[in-house]
């Protein structure tokens, strides 16, 4: 039986956030509310593709379609928001044969594509997996590019101890010897993410980077988001905010969106250290498995984010379109 994919009808849209949540892939931006947010704030119009054999649902796949200058492009996710991860979310096949299973991902992916070429016939597409997603070759035989990109993730299913044993010497030290009164972390809201926010903003534009990700995007998404959560850590200093980090949680992981830079505040107390250790307490009191590190391909960065003895995950980014097109795409900003 072949997969019929369509645009989400009413009925569809009613199911979308039980079919995000039952999908391996499936990532707090794959829900209804994020995506509305990210098609908002993106400029573009919304395609949430769904796909059924028969009654049963096989996969979701949302696509964000923007037209600039007669040029017509398809992300997911879209650019300038610094999402981490969308692309197709899969319901599991209960078959135990291979064959099956990759006839039945191969026939949703050839009917998005089929919906895509022939409702929007873009000239350029951009598309970045969740590390859940392993098989990547109905992109490359649909003429995408393929290049790996990697992911640092600590496993929180442990003991806290046990989890602190795995860490480097420097780090066991830094959470251990610090002393509780010297600091506060906390869990804040909407004046919490405005503040990692700034933080965040200002030290990419003094390194000359552009951060155009719009302030109410986050907290629209931090407000909207329906079984999602986007939690602000923030740790001060004799009241004094000094640092902070706005983890995405969904499902059973946690991970760093924003934050975790270096801080301007002169305080003796290693910041990053006792924030990112605050998030994996919290995941492992609440009985999360991965705490996503988010990034493991900057050399500088992964020195600091390896000590936490992370698992090495890989996610792709999948890239379609002539090459003039590929350079035209940078007026785009970061699609990456």
């Known amino acids: 039986m072949s997969v019929d994919v369509r645009r989400a009808t009413d009925d569809d849209v009613e199911e979308w956030n039980e079919y995000v949540r ?21 400029g573009a119009t919304l395609h949430p593709l769904i796909g059924f054999k028969g009654q049963e649902p096989v996969g979701v796949f949302p696509v964000f379609e923007i037209r600039k200058r ?52 873009p000239s350029y597409g951009h598309v970045r997996t969740t590390t859940g997603f392993d098989d990547v070759r109905p992109f490359t035989w649909r003429g995408y590019d393929a290049n790996p990109e990697y992911t640092y993730a600590v496993d929180l299913t442990r003991s806290k101890d046990d989890l602190l044993m795995t860490f480097s010497s420097d780090a066991r030290s830094n959470v251990r010897n610090t002393d509780d009164d010297a600091y506060t972390v906390e869990v804040g809201d909407t004046e919490e993410i405005r503040l990692i926010y700034d933080q965040v903003r200002r030290r990419y534009e003094s390194q000359g980077i552009s951060f155009g990700v719009p302030l109410e995007f ?119």
């Open 70 to 121: 007669f040029v017509t492009t398809v992300f997911s996710p879209p650019p300038h928001l610094r999402v981490p991860y969308l692309g197709p979310a899969l319901l599991e096949c209960a078959s135990p044969k291979r064959r099956k299973r990759e006839r039945r991902r191969q026939r949703f992916m050839d009917g998005c594509f089929e919906w895509i070429d022939e409702h929007v016939n």
């Open 22 to 42: 039952r999908s391996p892939q499936g990532t707090m931006c794959h829900e209804l509310e994020s995506l509305r947010v990210q098609a908002d704030h993106a």
């Open 218 to 336: 986050v907290t629209d998404l931090a407000e909207r988001a329906e079984n999602g959560h986007v939690r602000p850590y923030t740790l001060r200093v004799d009241g004094e905010f000094v640092g902070g980090i706005l983890a995405l949680e969904y499902g059973p992981r946690t991970g760093r969106w924003m934050g975790g830079v270096r801080t301007d505040a002169d305080v003796d107390v290693p910041t990053n250290d006792l924030l990112d250790w605050a998030i994996m307490e919290d995941g492992i009191d609440s009985g999360l498995e991965r705490y996503d590190l988010v990034g493991a391909d900057t050399r500088r960065i992964n020195r600091y984010k390896s000590k936490f003895n992370p698992g090495l995950e890989t996610y792709y980014s999948l890239e379609y379109g002539s090459w003039g097109m590929r350079t035209a795409a940078s007026v785009y900003d970061s699609v990456k």
